[in-house]
Each structure stands twice: as C-alpha cells, then as structure tokens.
C-alpha cells in the first residue's frame, strides 16, 4: 500500500483486481473447482439416494429372504450400499481442501504475469506437502473449535483475521512449517489489522451473501429450485413430518412443516454452497494480492533498515 494510498481505496484496488483475475481465468477455475465442489454434493445425493430406494424395497426384500429381518445385517449392508457416494464425497473434500492452499500459488503465478496453463502443477506441490498441510488443518480446527463456544465469540473472530493469510503464507513460503505458518499469518496482520478486516467482511458479504443470493434468486424465479426440490421431496415424504407437526401444533407454535418448502429450502442451501465453493478462488486471489504487499512492505522496511545500519 502507498504511504499516501487510504485503507479504504487500497482495499477496493485488491478487490477489483481480484474480481479482474477471476473473470479473466474463470473457465480455468471454473474447469478446477468443478469436481471439488460438485463432487461433494454428487457424494452426499448418492448416498441419500440409495438409501431412499433401500428402504423403499427392504420391507419386500425382506419377506423374500429371513436374513434380511436381522438389524445389523440390514445396517451393514446399507453401510456397504451408501460406501460409492462416501468416497465420491471424500475425495472432492480432500481435493477441496488441497484447492484452498493450491489456489494461492496459481493466484501469485497470475499476479506476477504467468498464465494459468497448467493447475496440475500448483496442485502437485500442494499434495507434497500433505502431511504438514493435515498438521496445519488439525491446529487450525481445534483453535476453531475453541473459539465456537459463545464465551468466545469475540475473540475468535478477531483470532480469524490474524490467522486469515495462513494458507498464503503456507503455500507461498514453500519452507515454513504449520506453526511458522500460523505465526507470520499473525505478524503480517498485526500492523494491517484495518485493512485485513475490511478486505474480509468485502469478501464475505459478496460471495457469501449477495452473490449466492443473486444465484438463488435466479433459480426461484426460473422454477429451477421447484423443480430440483422433487427428487429431495420424496426422500423428506419419509420422515414423520406429521408427528413433528402434532407435536408443534400441542405446544401450541405456530409452525408447519411442510415437505415441499424442506426440500426448497435444501435445493436453495445446496445452491448456496457451490456458489461459494466456486468463488474461492476469487478469496484466495484477493488474500493472495494482501498478502503480497505487505510481505513487498516488509522486504522494502527491512532493506531500510539493513541500509541505515
């Protein structure tokens, strides 16, 4: 940032920039990102259609052979039955997962003139670096976990913002371990801490918010979210929706639930979520752009320094 530049200004200049690098690659992104996101709600609709069919039929199968009447036989084999969507699902998570340090070293390539002809690179390196990257995500997810208790609701999101260039820093400084990784994050924040912030709620509130909003809107108003919500209705006929609404009705709240807005509801949420799973690139190039000009500050403070002394 230019010692004349405002906070407010460069934040907006790293947000364009970033949406100018999406657009500009976004067939190539949308190409990478496509498994890993589609792949998780392929997983997950594979395992609840099997189940869907399975208990249709296991009343007849059932009166077909014995062996069928014992629980755990039944349990285990709808186990086995829901095994092809699980490991569908695994594996675009973990892809998903190795995308989110991978994104930052193809970010720094396009930021630094390269073109993105070839994501396979960027993900290789990342996948070398496996064990570490599973160490950084243990680490991470218990001081996340720490800081869901509602006591801790504050400090856990000033802790975000501090920790928010891990993985650039991770996935650029190819040497750092898992804690080094952690503690540069905070360093670099530390003096742009208002920045960081800012450039965060931006990117939150336009691709958690308005853009998945926008999205969905367009999905009601085509009938697309009605006409989805079928398949995911029949599954959701299943449940004792009926008791539930007795239930409700005798503790006199006014609510009812009703299968077909369940169903929109999560054809809606399933939107929602690969909206944003596919604009990570875009938060991984904007944090990718932060992160390089304060390192660019830095290095330029610490020659200063080296000069004056």
Same mark, same amino acid.
């Given at each position: =940032?230019?010692?004349?530049?405002?906070?407010?200004?460069?934040? =907006?200049?790293?947000?364009?920039?970033?949406?100018?690098i999406y657009f500009l690659n976004f067939n190539k @992104?949308?190409?990478? =990102? /496509?498994?890993?996101?589609?792949?998780? $709600?392929?997983?997950?609709? &594979? &395992?609840?259609? /099997?189940?869907? @069919? #399975?208990?249709?039929?296991?009343?007849?199968i059932t009166r077909l052979s014995p062996i069928f009447d014992n629980i755990l036989f039944v349990f285990i084999l709808l186990l086995v039955i829901a095994l092809p969507g699980? #490991? $569908?699902?695994?594996? /675009? #998570?973990? !892809?998903?997962? +190795?995308?989110?340090?991978?994104?930052n070293s193809m970010a720094s390539n396009i930021i630094e003139g390269a073109t993105l002809d070839d994501t396979s690179i960027h993900v290789d390196m990342a996948r070398r670096r496996s064990f570490s990257y599973i160490l950084l995500l243990l680490i991470l997810s218990i001081i996340y976990s720490i800081g869901s208790f509602p006591l801790f609701w504050v400090i856990f999101a000033i802790a975000a913002v501090y920790l928010c260039l891990v993985f650039q820093v991770f996935?650029?400084?190819? !040497?750092?371990?898992?804690?080094?990784? +952690?503690s540069l994050s905070i360093s670099f924040v530390k003096y742009n801490f208002g920045r960081t912030l800012f450039l965060l709620i931006l990117l939150f509130i336009s691709t958690y918010w308005i853009i998945p909003a926008i999205i969905s809107w367009g999905f009601e108003a085509?009938? *697309?979210?009605?006409?989805?919500?079928?398949? /995911?209705?029949?599954? +959701?006929? *299943?449940?004792?929706?009926? !008791?539930?609404n007795n239930t409700l009705s005798s503790y006199h709240i006014p609510?009812?639930?009703?299968?077909?807005? &369940?169903?929109?509801?999560?054809?809606l949420?399933?939107?929602? #979520?690969?909206? $944003?799973? @596919?604009?990570?690139?875009?938060?991984? &190039?904007?944090?990718t752009i932060l992160y390089k000009q304060i390192y660019a500050q830095n290095y330029a403070g610490k020659i200063a320094v080296e000069e004056t002394e």
């Open positions: =940032m230019k010692k004349n530049e405002s906070v407010f200004s460069n934040v =907006m200049k790293i947000f364009f920039s970033g949406i100018k @992104f949308f190409k990478y =990102m /496509a498994f890993p996101v589609l792949g998780q $709600i392929i997983g997950i609709s &594979i &395992i609840f259609t /099997a189940a869907y @069919f #399975f208990t249709l039929k296991v009343e007849t699980f #490991f $569908i699902f695994c594996k /675009a #998570f973990w !892809d998903y997962l +190795i995308s989110m340090l991978a994104l996935a650029l400084e190819e !040497d750092s371990s898992p804690i080094d990784a +952690i085509g009938n *697309l979210a009605g006409f989805l919500s079928y398949p /995911a209705e029949q599954f +959701i006929k *299943l449940l004792p929706l009926s !008791d539930v609510l009812k639930l009703e299968s077909y807005e &369940i169903a929109k509801s999560v054809v949420s399933v939107v929602s #979520f690969a909206v $944003i799973g @596919f604009t990570l690139p875009l938060r991984s &190039i904007c944090c």
